[in-house]
């Protein structure tokens, strides 16, 4: 009966040493893909947040407004004068970075 007992606790305490092994991995890779993603995800916030904040230091965009429609649109840079008067951006002639633009027709 001991050979018997003592081969059943070395089986039990074996599984629950894989599953508990087992469990730990998941739980260790789930927090480093969740911890990875929230890194990447607050890196590419703040990629977007400092290009825009470039892009309203280094251009000035005027919009007249007809309602909730921008009608006449006028982005000023440093870089290239007006690029835009009233018409789409001429896409050849931009400054890179992200600007407010007329979707009106």
Same mark, same amino acid.
């Given at each position: 009966? +001991?050979?018997?007992?003592?081969?059943?606790?070395?089986l039990?305490?074996?599984s629950? +040493?894989i599953?508990?092994?087992?469990?730990?991995d998941?739980?260790?890779?789930?927090?480093?893909?969740?911890?990875?993603a929230?890194?990447?995800?607050?890196?590419?916030?703040?990629?977007?947040?400092?290009?825009?904040?470039?892009d %309203?230091?280094?251009?000035?965009?005027?919009?007249?407004?007809?309602?909730?429609?921008?009608v006449?649109?006028?982005?000023?840079?440093?870089?290239?004068?007006?690029?835009?008067?009233?018409?789409p951006?001429? %896409?050849d002639?931009?400054?890179?970075?992200?600007? %407010?633009r007329?979707?009106?027709?």
């Amino acid at each position: 009966m +001991d050979i018997v007992t003592n081969a059943v606790m070395d089986l039990l305490t074996s599984s629950m +040493d894989i599953v508990t092994n087992a469990v730990m991995d998941l739980l260790t890779s789930s927090m480093d893909i969740i911890t990875n993603a929230v890194m990447d995800l607050l890196t590419s916030s703040m990629d977007i947040v400092t290009n825009a904040v470039m892009d %309203l230091l280094t251009s000035r965009t005027i919009m007249e407004w007809s309602g909730h429609t921008p009608v006449h649109i006028i982005t000023i840079s440093p870089d290239f004068g007006p690029a835009v008067s009233g018409s789409p951006p001429d %896409l050849d002639n931009r400054p890179q970075g992200l600007f %407010l633009r007329s979707l009106a027709g």
